[in-house]
């Protein structure tokens, strides 16, 4: 998956949902644990939207955003 670089800006002004959609777009709409974090998602946040589903887990801290069906890589 592709790193942080570059992020600084928008974790700073983007609200949290934009982070996140941005994040995914650029990884074929699959994310980390770990970037969650660096993004600003804490523990509970990831926790709540994996129960209503805009997060799915994949594997243990890999997860598809909002689907389970993955985009094939360009």
Known sequence: MAGL??????????????????????Q??????????????SPTMVRDRLQRGSLVRLHRGVYAVGHRRLRPQD
């Open 28 to 41: 074929h709409g699959v994310v980390n644990r770990r970037q969650l974090g660096a993004i600003g998602f």
């Open 5 to 26: 670089r570059g992020w600084a800006h928008v974790v700073a002004t983007a609200p949290p949902e934009r982070r996140l959609a941005d994040l995914a777009d650029c």
